[in-house]
């Protein structure tokens, strides 16, 4: 399974395209779920297993400014992985299901 939120969906509607033709492809459309915040936030997050990777963006169009950090303190990827599910994705609304 594959969950996302996206920035608001003005930004994330190209993205959100792109992973359904995606999983379409490979035959697993019903694996992918994306919903979208109407509220920007300047950072990535991957949820995988027992590691959490934040990534920090850079609205200076600079690369050397984007930068990233790993966890892999199991207690606090499950806090990570708690707060995700209880306010990200229950307060974005649905884009694809």
Same mark, same amino acid.
């Given at each position: 399974?594959?969950?996302?939120?996206?920035?608001?969906?003005?930004?994330?509607?190209?993205?959100?395209?792109?992973?359904?033709?995606?999983?379409?492809?490979?035959?697993?459309?019903?694996?992918?779920?994306?919903? *979208? %915040?109407?509220?920007?936030?300047?950072?990535?997050?991957?949820? !995988?297993?027992? #590691?959490? /990777?934040?990534?920090?963006?850079?609205?200076?169009?600079?690369?050397?400014?984007?930068?990233?950090?790993?966890?892999?303190?199991?207690?606090?990827?499950? *806090? %990570?992985?708690?707060?995700?599910?209880?306010?990200?994705?229950? !307060?974005?609304? #649905?884009? /694809?299901?």
């Amino acid at each position: 399974m594959y969950r996302k939120v996206l920035r608001p969906l003005s930004e994330g509607r190209a993205v959100a395209e792109e992973r359904r033709q995606a999983f379409a492809d490979a035959g697993v459309p019903d694996r992918l779920f994306i919903r *979208y %915040l109407d509220m920007a936030w300047p950072l990535e997050i991957l949820l !995988a297993g027992d #590691t959490v /990777i934040m990534g920090f963006l850079s609205f200076t169009g600079d690369l050397t400014f984007r930068m990233g950090i790993r966890i892999t303190n199991k207690e606090l990827v499950g *806090y %990570l992985t708690q707060w995700y599910d209880d306010f990200l994705w229950n !307060a974005a609304t #649905t884009i /694809i299901a």
